[in-house]
């Protein structure tokens, strides 16, 4: 292997990406239109939800449970209605997520010591939503409930009990249950290996599909440098988007960074040569960009986005998906990336997941540089 | 006009379909893209993995232990006895959270006194994080609200009141409509349906065209007497067909595989995709009259697929995003053809109620695609 005819490999790869202003601009774009929509415009955090109600008791003591929803953040009241079907109406068009209904005699049963009810309608289509919706509005009321009661307490005996039991609830990590902040961290991942798959995956194909692959097989040039050369060419590529991702993450977004910065680089470096591999991969085991391009797209976009606990845990899939997910190098980095960003833990908890990310590059590479021998045979 | 354009279409499936793997990278990856979206996408917690830290050990205790164990909710996966075992528990993310009970809590309760229990959670996914702390209050809430009861009881029959005590009490009933189990796959798997037919239309038409002028054929096609408008059907109308098909693939497959409900009217589901193929084939000629290679084409066929993809209410709700933004998602075709699927599927809507959205789809896709033809027809002459 000579270190020379690598070196002019890569040379000429950088001048294909330098040339290509467009698929240039669209590789750095990509990582800071992902930042700032996940930044700025995703949230899966849940408040202000639409909310109508309907009283049909109309005394000072549902009032006072109205009030109780005005007040809180997670509720905004977009009206009092009159009936079903109006509630019906709103939810059916989507402006309505719950409606509270609180029946005629809701103040004359408290009042009497007796159980009042209080119905809620719950919009269940997205489910997310409206389990955490309908926990909050639970929550809102036995709040009111508890108050009720000891304000009764105090009129019958004088002194009202305390709750017997109280949860004291504490986050750690991610105090403030900001969904942002765990899902930037992850998102380099993911913008790493979108990248990382679009771009390698085509650059073999592209050679044999344009019959320039015939012109670099008459050079001296052996399977191994032409592999290594792509790679480094587009490594660099890599290196400069982990960056921006980082940038963007720490200075516009104030992602909390608790560990190590070393660790994290090296990670990065790692997964990136990984990724790439199996880009190169791919794109060697395919004649065609069009074939290269779907599943590069199906192996390396979708499981990293899905199969990786990005966004989706993985403990909740079936568990023929969780044995898939095994395979998916994604998500050890992400493991790392959070755990290095949120718990600041370092190497010692985390060295497994170093290992297998290691394992995974080199042995890719081994394939992607086998399959070219193959092929050029 | 006639015989060219049906040459045209054939000659376009025949180099489609040609090729064995071609043929099976059409059908294949709608149907893997289905299957692992819709298993993975699931944002449901159907049972934490919480950790149980009881340094009371007393019946009472034990007592609170049953009650989480019996709501279902909650797997106990591990039992840590000091503070740096359940410290790693939580680095590792080997549980969501970790119940501890202090010790004094049976004394607190016995006494009449307010017995803290601490629940600790790791918030590095805040959403499960805020299920977990939902779920964790509702069965802490349970066993106080037990406790409380024989406490009046014994405090009213030292008193001689009536045995039983007249306490206000408020019992909600909550009702789900739609998807009354919460089923999140209900929600997402119709989302992936859009998706699919984004993906697919959008980046097959696409390439298919800069493929032709990547490797010169292009210029074959214009020197035979084909005219503009003639190319630019026979282009496009294999994909619609194409694109038909892997909806009543994934549809079905939807239907059989994840049993998801189909309220409503399938020929409606057809239109509303129909009008929505409009605008991915728009977007997909646009996209090719501006790349000169393939490359360039999917790295601009991914760059418009995902902010579409996210701003369209797929996973998350456009109700959440900022206000400019959510104004912005009205210029996206996907958020509205996702409505009317879910509608479709999970609500059983009609023309009625989603009218405003075909109605808006059917502009966009008449806009878009016209202004494609333009510029491609521009650029062939």
Same mark, same amino acid.
């Given at each position: 292997?000579?270190?020379?005819?690598?070196?002019?490999?890569?040379?000429?790869? #950088?001048?294909?990406?330098?040339?290509?202003?467009?698929?240039?601009?669209?590789?750095?774009?990509?990582?800071?239109?992902?930042?700032?929509?996940?930044?700025?415009?995703?949230?899966?955090?849940?408040?202000?939800i639409?909310?109508?109600?309907?009283?049909?008791?109309?005394?000072? !003591?549902?009032?006072?449970?109205?009030?109780?929803f005005?007040?809180?953040?997670?509720?905004?009241?977009?009206?009092?209605?009159?009936?079903?079907?109006p $509630?019906?109406?709103?939810?059916?068009?989507? @402006?309505?997520?719950?409606?509270? !209904?609180?029946?005629?005699?809701?103040?004359?049963?408290?009042?009497?010591?007796?159980?009042a009810?209080?119905?809620?309608?719950?919009?269940?289509?997205?489910?997310?939503?409206?389990?955490?919706?309908?926990?909050?509005?639970?929550?809102?009321?036995?709040?009111?409930?508890?108050?009720? @009661?000891?304000?009764?307490?105090?009129?019958?005996?004088?002194s009202?009990?305390?709750?017997?039991?109280?949860?004291?609830?504490?986050?750690w990590?991610?105090?403030?249950?900001?969904?942002?902040?765990?899902?930037?961290?992850?998102?380099?991942?993911?913008?790493?290996?979108? $990248?990382?798959?679009?771009?390698?995956?085509?650059?073999?194909?592209?050679?044999?599909?344009?019959?320039?692959?015939?012109?670099?097989?008459?050079?001296?040039?052996? *399977?191994?440098?032409?592999?290594?050369?792509?790679?480094?060419?587009? #490594?660099?590529?890599?290196?400069?988007?982990?960056?921006?991702?980082?940038?963007?993450?720490?200075?516009?977004?104030?992602?909390?960074?608790?560990?190590?910065?070393?660790?994290?680089?090296?990670?990065?470096?790692?997964?990136? #040569?990984?990724?790439?591999?199996?880009?190169?991969?791919?794109?060697?085991?395919?004649?065609?960009?069009?074939?290269?391009?779907?599943?590069?797209?199906?192996?390396?976009?979708? *499981?990293?986005?899905?199969?990786?606990?990005?966004?989706?845990?993985?403990?909740?899939? *079936?568990?023929?998906?969780?044995?898939?997910?095994?395979?998916?190098?994604?998500?050890?980095?992400?493991?790392?990336?959070?755990?290095?960003?949120?718990?600041?833990?370092?190497?010692?908890?985390?060295?497994?997941?170093?290992?297998?990310?290691?394992?995974?590059g !080199?042995?890719? #590479?081994?394939?992607?540089?086998?399959?070219?021998?193959q092929?050029?045979? | 006009?006639?015989?060219?354009?049906?040459?045209?279409?054939?000659?376009?499936?025949?180099?489609?379909?040609?090729?064995?793997?071609?043929?099976?990278?059409?059908?294949?990856?709608?149907?893997?893209q289905?299957?692992?979206?819709?298993?993975?996408?699931?944002? /449901?917690? /159907?049972?934490?993995?919480? %950790?149980? +830290?009881?340094? /009371?050990?007393?019946?009472?205790?034990?007592?609170?232990?049953?009650?989480?164990?019996?709501?279902?909710?909650?797997?106990?996966?591990?039992? &840590?006895?000091?503070?740096?075992?359940?410290?790693?528990?939580?680095?590792?993310?080997?549980?969501?959270?970790?119940?501890?009970v202090?010790?004094?809590?049976?004394?607190d309760?016995?006494?009449?006194?307010?017995?803290?229990?601490q629940?600790?959670?790791?918030?590095?996914?805040?959403?499960?994080?805020?299920?977990?702390?939902a779920?964790?209050?509702?069965?802490?809430?349970?066993?106080?609200?037990?406790?409380?009861?024989?406490?009046?009881?014994v405090?009213? =029959? %030292? %008193?001689?009141?009536?045995?039983?005590?007249? =306490?206000p009490?408020?019992?909600?009933?909550?009702?789900?409509?739609?998807?009354?189990?919460?089923?999140?796959?209900?929600?997402?798997?119709?989302?992936?349906?859009?998706?699919?037919?984004?993906?697919?239309?959008?980046s097959?038409?696409?390439?298919?065209?800069?493929?032709?002028?990547?490797?010169?054929?292009?210029?074959?096609? +214009?020197?035979?007497?084909?005219? &503009?408008?003639?190319?630019?059907?026979?282009?496009?109308?294999?994909?619609?067909?194409?694109?038909?098909? /892997?909806?009543?693939?994934?549809?079905?497959?939807?239907?059989?595989?994840?049993?998801?409900?189909?309220?409503?009217?399938?020929?409606?589901?057809?239109f509303?995709?129909?009008?929505?193929?409009?605008?991915?084939?728009? %977007?997909?000629?646009?996209?090719?009259?501006?790349?000169?290679?393939?490359?360039?084409?999917? +790295?601009?066929?991914?760059?418009?697929?995902?902010?579409?993809m996210?701003?369209?209410?797929?996973?998350?709700?456009?109700?959440? +995003?900022?206000?400019?933004?959510?104004?912005?998602?009205?210029?996206?075709?996907?958020?509205?053809?996702?409505?009317?699927?879910?509608?479709?599927?999970?609500?059983?809507?009609?023309?009625?109620?989603?009218?405003?959205?075909?109605?808006?789809?059917?502009?966009?896709?008449?806009?878009?695609?016209?202004?494609?033809?333009?510029?491609?027809?521009?650029?062939?002459?």
């Open positions: 292997m000579s270190l020379r005819r690598t070196r002019a490999i890569a040379r000429k790869e #950088f001048l294909h990406i330098l040339r290509d202003a467009r698929s240039l601009i669209a590789a750095i774009a990509q990582p800071v239109l992902m930042l700032l929509l996940f930044g700025y415009a995703l949230s899966l955090d849940v408040d202000r639409p909310t109508v109600i309907y009283d049909l008791d109309r005394t000072t !003591v549902s009032d006072s449970l109205i009030k109780d005005r007040g809180s953040r997670y509720f905004e009241i977009i009206g009092e209605v009159r009936g079903y079907s $509630i019906e109406k709103d939810m059916d068009s989507r @402006r309505a997520l719950l409606g509270v !209904v609180i029946p005629s005699d809701y103040s004359k049963n408290l009042s009497a010591g007796k159980t009810q209080v119905q809620l309608l719950v919009d269940g289509s997205d489910s997310n939503t409206a389990s955490i919706a309908k926990g909050y509005a639970e929550g809102l009321i036995q709040t009111y409930a508890e108050r009720q @009661r000891q304000q009764a307490q105090i009129q019958r005996t004088g009202a009990l305390g709750a017997p039991v109280e949860a004291q609830v504490r986050v990590y991610n105090t403030n249950l900001v969904s942002r902040d765990y899902i930037v961290p992850g998102l380099i991942a993911v913008i790493l290996m979108i $990248i990382a798959g679009m771009l390698t995956s085509l650059t073999i194909a592209r050679e044999w599909e344009n019959g320039t692959m015939e012109q670099l097989l008459s050079t001296p040039v052996r *399977p191994m440098e032409m592999a290594l050369g792509k790679l480094s060419a587009y #490594f660099v590529l890599g290196l400069v988007d982990m960056l921006i991702s980082l940038v963007v993450g720490l200075g516009v977004f104030h992602v909390p960074m608790k560990g190590n910065w070393l660790l994290l680089f090296t990670a990065s470096g790692v997964f990136l #040569f990984g990724a790439l591999a199996w880009g190169l991969f791919i794109s060697a085991a395919n004649r065609t960009q069009l074939a290269a391009y779907q599943l590069s797209t199906l192996t390396s976009f979708l *499981p990293a986005f899905l199969l990786s606990g990005f966004i989706y845990s993985l403990g909740n899939m *079936p568990y023929v998906i969780q044995f898939l997910a095994l395979f998916v190098p994604a998500r050890y980095f992400i493991d790392m990336v959070k755990g290095i960003f949120l718990k600041g833990v370092g190497l010692e908890l985390l060295w497994f997941d170093f290992l297998l990310l290691v394992a995974y !080199v042995g890719i #590479f081994y394939f992607a540089t086998r399959k070219l021998r092929k050029v045979a | 006009m006639r015989q060219r354009l049906r040459r045209m279409i054939r000659k376009e499936f025949i180099q489609t379909l040609r090729d064995p793997r071609a043929r099976t990278m059409l059908f294949l990856p709608p149907l893997i289905l299957l692992i979206y819709g298993f993975a996408v699931n944002l /449901d917690v /159907d049972s934490a993995r919480i %950790a149980w +830290m009881d340094q /009371d050990r007393t019946p009472q205790s034990r007592e609170l232990l049953s009650e989480f164990e019996g709501s279902g909710r909650f797997v106990i996966a591990a039992t &840590p006895n000091s503070e740096p075992e359940m410290q790693e528990l939580l680095d590792r993310g080997k549980v969501d959270g970790v119940v501890r202090l010790p004094g809590f049976a004394r309760v016995q006494r009449g006194r307010t017995a803290g229990v629940v600790l959670l790791d918030g590095t996914n805040s959403n499960t994080a805020s299920i977990v702390s779920y964790s209050g509702q069965a802490i809430q349970r066993y106080a609200s037990q406790v409380m009861t024989q406490r009046q009881r405090k009213l =029959v %030292a %008193a001689a009141e009536p045995l039983h005590p007249a =306490v009490q408020v019992d909600t009933r909550t009702r789900v409509w739609f998807n009354p189990d919460l089923r999140s796959r209900n929600y997402f798997v119709p989302g992936v349906v859009v998706n699919i037919i984004m993906l697919v239309t959008l097959l038409t696409a390439m298919a065209i800069v493929r032709e002028k990547e490797i010169g054929t292009m210029e074959q096609l +214009m020197v035979t007497p084909i005219r &503009p408008l003639e190319l630019i059907l026979g282009k496009t109308l294999p994909f619609v067909a194409i694109g038909f098909w /892997d909806m009543i693939l994934v549809v079905t497959a939807s239907l059989v595989i994840f049993r998801v409900p189909f309220a409503g009217n399938f020929g409606l589901l057809c509303a995709a129909f009008l929505f193929i409009l605008t991915t084939l728009g %977007a997909g000629l646009y996209i090719s009259t501006i790349s000169r290679t393939q490359q360039q084409a999917n +790295m601009s066929t991914f760059l418009l697929f995902q902010p579409f996210m701003l369209s209410g797929f996973t998350f709700p456009i109700r959440n +995003m900022p206000e400019i933004v959510q104004w912005f998602t009205y210029l996206n075709p996907m958020r509205y053809f996702m409505e009317i699927v879910r509608g479709i599927f999970l609500r059983g809507s009609g023309i009625d109620t989603l009218w405003p959205d075909l109605l808006a789809l059917g502009g966009l896709g008449v806009i878009v695609l016209w202004m494609s033809v333009r510029r491609f027809h521009k650029q062939l002459e």
